[in-house]
């Protein structure tokens, strides 16, 4: 079978488009391939983080894999720190990095514009724990979001690099993964404004349907999302952005084909299509919800599906790591 590998930061609440961007596709693909899949919590702390939630945050990230469907039997969960090998083989990449390949991430920008002087060194370094992360796994697909391509590419680009560097013979040392984009769902947009990415750190709750949002929670926010005041719905309008992101959530959650929507909300305003988008939402998300709640019920199950994730991930991330140590001429541990 091939490989898959793929994660999210626990830096909050997960929402609509961690769902549908990422874990839903790893639920559609799980049968087709071993998939390795971990919590992100040292990228976590690349931005300031709260030392009591954090720990927490990464267990209902954890939590939420299972509920939305992916099965142990073709998955290992586990977490990021729980597997020395990821900062290792960062601080190696870290070093054949040249430093304006890591300036030019647009993520850096952004998020570095928003914290100021207070920038920590670990946003900059952040694509090469990523590429470690990956990497490590020697995945042949990573299923993301749109939003990741970019740090997808400096991954294949420092494997290159260790490649181009220090292989001695025809055999690469690392193999270059490739992105896996579904198209739906791929970039979920904000509920207070169609042209910026729904986010666990922007600060308005009201922009993010979380995957844990009671059904009140769910319609409080989406009676409150930002429309406009045209009368017909359609797609793919780029005067109308938040016109094709819900109609797009509402063909998603609600599995329909996009002709079907198109059709059915053509002649609809917002007062008619909201309450649609509201049942399809609650439906989507309810079993999901009481999944969690079993898992999370069930004393020491988490512990024990982390525990041994982490034992299996440890023992295919220390092959890689020893293997590139090695072609970097370090003298390996006796
Ligand atoms: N809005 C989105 N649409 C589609 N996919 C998304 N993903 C995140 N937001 C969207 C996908 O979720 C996976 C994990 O993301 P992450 O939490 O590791 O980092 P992120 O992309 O930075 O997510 P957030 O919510 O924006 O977190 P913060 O605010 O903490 O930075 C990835 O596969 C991503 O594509």
Redesign the pocket.
Request: with cysteine; proline share 5%.
């Given at each position: 079978k091939q490989r898959v590998l793929?994660?999210?930061?626990p830096?909050?609440e997960l929402?609509l488009?961690?769902y549908?961007?990422?874990i839903r596709n790893w639920v559609d693909i799980q049968q087709d391939y071993d998939s390795y899949l971990f919590m992100?919590d040292l990228?976590a702390i690349t931005v300031p983080h709260d030392p009591s939630t954090l720990g927490e945050n990464a267990r209902k990230v954890a939590a939420l894999y299972l509920a939305s469907g992916i099965s142990l039997e073709h998955a290992t969960i586990f977490l990021q720190s729980h597997v020395s090998a990821h900062s290792e083989l960062a601080w190696l990449f870290t070093c054949i990095t040249p430093l304006n390949w890591l300036e030019d991430m647009i993520?850096f920008k952004e998020k570095s514009v928003k914290q100021g002087e207070n920038v920590g060194a670990g946003l900059l370094i952040y694509p090469a724990l990523m590429a470690a992360d990956i990497l490590l796994y020697e995945p042949d697909k990573v299923p993301?979001?749109?939003?990741?391509k970019q740090h997808l590419e400096l991954t294949r680009d420092i494997a290159a690099r260790l490649n181009y560097q220090f292989s001695t013979e025809e055999k690469p040392i690392l193999k270059l993964p490739d992105p896996m984009i579904r198209k739906e769902?791929?970039?979920?947009?904000s509920l207070t404004d169609g042209t910026r990415?729904?986010?666990?750190?922007d600060p308005s709750e009201l922009s993010r349907i979380n995957m844990l949002d009671s059904p009140d929670e769910i319609r409080r926010k989406i009676k409150r999302c930002k429309t406009d005041s045209v009368r017909g719905l359609w797609f793919d309008d780029v005067d109308r952005p938040e016109c094709n992101n819900l109609l797009t959530l509402y063909m998603v959650l609600s599995n329909q084909r996009k002709e079907t929507v198109a059709a059915e909300c053509a002649d609809m305003g917002w007062g008619q299509f909201k309450p649609l988008l509201t049942e399809a939402t609650i439906a989507a998300l309810e079993p999901i919800q009481e999944k969690y709640r079993n898992i999370t019920a069930e004393p020491g199950y988490l512990d024990s599906v982390l525990q041994q994730g982490s034992e299996k991930a440890a023992a295919l991330a220390h092959q890689t790591l020893a293997k590139v140590k090695q072609a970097m001429g370090f003298t390996l541990p006796f």
């Amino acid at each position: 079978k091939q490989r898959v590998l793929s994660g999210i930061q626990p830096t909050g609440e997960l929402h609509l488009g961690n769902y549908l961007g990422a874990i839903r596709n790893w639920v559609d693909i799980q049968q087709d391939y071993d998939s390795y899949l971990f919590m992100a919590d040292l990228h976590a702390i690349t931005v300031p983080h709260d030392p009591s939630t954090l720990g927490e945050n990464a267990r209902k990230v954890a939590a939420l894999y299972l509920a939305s469907g992916i099965s142990l039997e073709h998955a290992t969960i586990f977490l990021q720190s729980h597997v020395s090998a990821h900062s290792e083989l960062a601080w190696l990449f870290t070093c054949i990095t040249p430093l304006n390949w890591l300036e030019d991430m647009i993520q850096f920008k952004e998020k570095s514009v928003k914290q100021g002087e207070n920038v920590g060194a670990g946003l900059l370094i952040y694509p090469a724990l990523m590429a470690a992360d990956i990497l490590l796994y020697e995945p042949d697909k990573v299923p993301v979001g749109e939003d990741q391509k970019q740090h997808l590419e400096l991954t294949r680009d420092i494997a290159a690099r260790l490649n181009y560097q220090f292989s001695t013979e025809e055999k690469p040392i690392l193999k270059l993964p490739d992105p896996m984009i579904r198209k739906e769902g791929a970039r979920v947009m904000s509920l207070t404004d169609g042209t910026r990415k729904m986010s666990k750190s922007d600060p308005s709750e009201l922009s993010r349907i979380n995957m844990l949002d009671s059904p009140d929670e769910i319609r409080r926010k989406i009676k409150r999302c930002k429309t406009d005041s045209v009368r017909g719905l359609w797609f793919d309008d780029v005067d109308r952005p938040e016109c094709n992101n819900l109609l797009t959530l509402y063909m998603v959650l609600s599995n329909q084909r996009k002709e079907t929507v198109a059709a059915e909300c053509a002649d609809m305003g917002w007062g008619q299509f909201k309450p649609l988008l509201t049942e399809a939402t609650i439906a989507a998300l309810e079993p999901i919800q009481e999944k969690y709640r079993n898992i999370t019920a069930e004393p020491g199950y988490l512990d024990s599906v982390l525990q041994q994730g982490s034992e299996k991930a440890a023992a295919l991330a220390h092959q890689t790591l020893a293997k590139v140590k090695q072609a970097m001429g370090f003298t390996l541990p006796f």
